[in-house]
């Protein structure tokens, strides 16, 4: 495991545990060249998930760019990185769970909304306006009328 800092790939392993939902193994590591203390996360190698986009292309299941998008929609809200992640692992659970290996992307985004909606509504009126695209002010506040009731 390379140091993110310096680079070196030497580093041993200070603490270990199971991630919150059990399905990783949360690693503490601290590089022997410079000291730097980083986290890595050792999974079961799965098969890929790949994601049927709207135009009818395939791509792989991208965890960065799903945590890019949420990151974005969580600007200036007061939640943890730590709960994103958490997020993206429960929605990747449950559809790994569902035993396909492909997802449509409106799938995927439903059930990050379904998620995002008990963690933050701001958070989830933001990733739907994106998800969702939607054309006018008239969808945007029939979303926001729908999330009151």
């Not at 701001?122 to 006018?136: C, E, L, M, T, W």
């Amino acid at each position: 495991m390379h140091c993110p800092k310096c680079g070196c790939e030497e580093s041993k392993v200070v603490d270990s545990r199971s991630s919150d939902n059990n399905d990783a193994i949360r690693r503490r590591r601290e590089c022997i060249e410079c000291g730097y203390r980083f986290t890595t996360y050792e999974r079961r190698e799965e098969t890929p998930l790949v994601v049927l986009k709207k135009d009818g292309h395939k791509e792989p299941f991208d965890r960065q760019k799903l945590m890019r998008g949420l990151i974005a929609a969580t600007v200036k809200r007061d939640i943890p990185i730590e709960k994103l992640g958490t997020l993206i692992d429960s929605v990747e659970s449950s559809l790994r769970d569902g035993g396909q290996n492909e997802v449509s992307s409106e799938d995927l985004g439903s059930a990050v909304l379904k998620e995002l909606v008990t963690l933050d509504k701001v958070a989830y009126i933001r990733f739907a306006s994106v998800y969702r695209d939607f054309k006018d002010v008239d969808e945007f506040s029939e979303e926001l009328r729908s999330l009151n009731q």
